[in-house]
């Protein structure tokens, strides 16, 4: 079964663990490592012919047009992150039309010419009961999926976990697999019900922290369930010499940097082992219908 491969282009001073100690200010003075890092990704794959979906952040392509570009060049999927990678839950319907927009109107002019973008992912799966008047925003752009849930807790009421403050976040009664939403194709990320409850699983922090060979089985798992996994990434995953972030806290530090000198070679051991492909392709059928 062909697998579902995405990588959120963002620098890792964009990363929501590091938020409460660097300023959205500060983001055009800290350094930028996106385009080396991302070449890294690139580089992966070529070197195993395996093609992918980029959601690529607006400010990033503003500010790296040329990158973009090399993700239209080797022949990979170009859909979008929104613009200011502002969790969806903060936003307005108006604010986030405008970060949408924006954010469109900038991987446009990065690409230098019409490539279709049908696909969408917010920032930390922030899609929720609350705002699933995005998915109505996205429909009425032309978007023909998103990919900003994350269906944690019982399979039943949707995502169980608890962000910042004790906020909760998902939607209710959410399904593991690709079902429609608001006339709109979701595509959750991939995970695993064990003991009453789902669990991520082969992608983020979750890639880095656990074995390969966990993060293998539990995809060999989906797929025996018929469906195929999706796995995401960061292109900041890859870099180990990644700047320290001071005042960030012990958790948040743990969990952004742990295993960043193993991900390039995790990828290239599962590319080796497992058949990838963009979403577009993955989930052609779906969106053909």
């Known amino acids: 079964m062909v697998n579902a491969l995405t990588i959120d282009v963002e620098e890792y001073f964009h990363a929501h663990a590091y938020e409460r100690v660097i300023d959205r200010r500060e983001w055009d003075v800290l350094p930028s490592r996106v385009a080396a890092n991302t070449r890294r990704v690139l580089d992966v794959l070529r070197a195993h012919a395996t093609r992918a979906t980029f959601f690529v952040l607006g400010w990033v392509a503003e500010r790296h047009p040329e990158l973009v570009?090399?993700?239209?060049?080797?022949?990979?999927?170009?859909?979008?992150?929104g613009y200011a990678h502002e969790l969806l839950y903060r936003q307005t319907r108006e604010e986030f039309t405008a970060d949408l927009r924006r954010a469109m109107d900038a991987l446009r002019s990065a690409a230098g010419g019409a490539v279709p973008i049908v696909g969408y992912r917010a920032p930390a799966f922030s899609l929720t009961d609350e705002s699933l008047w995005a998915l109505d925003v996205l429909r009425d752009h032309g978007f023909r999926y998103d990919s900003s849930l994350?269906?944690?807790?019982?399979?039943?009421?949707?995502?169980q976990s608890a962000l910042r403050g004790g906020k909760h976040f998902g939607v209710a009664g959410a399904a593991r697999f690709a079902a429609r939403l608001a006339n709109l194709w979701e595509f959750p990320v991939s995970t695993v019900t064990f003991a009453g409850r789902?669990?991520?699983?082969?992608?983020?922090?979750?890639?880095?922290?656990?074995?390969?060979?966990?993060?293998?089985?539990?995809?060999?798992?989906?797929?025996?369930?018929?469906?195929?996994?999706?796995?995401?990434?960061?292109?900041?995953?890859?870099?180990?010499?990644e700047p320290e972030v001071p005042g960030a806290a012990p958790l948040a530090r743990f969990r952004h940097r742990v295993n960043l000198d193993k991900t390039e070679e995790r990828l290239h051991r599962l590319l080796g082992e497992r058949a990838f492909a963009p979403v577009r392709d993955v989930f052609a059928a779906e969106l053909a219908s």
């Open 69 to 81: 570009r090399e993700i239209i060049a080797d022949g990979h999927e170009l859909a979008t992150h």
């Open 150 to 159: 994350l269906p944690l807790g019982d399979g039943q009421g949707g995502h």
């Open 198 to 241: 789902n669990w991520s699983v082969a992608g983020g922090g979750l890639f880095r922290l656990l074995p390969l060979w966990v993060n293998r089985r539990m995809i060999d798992r989906i797929n025996h369930e018929g469906h195929p996994a999706i796995v995401y990434l960061h292109p900041w995953e890859f870099d180990p010499d």
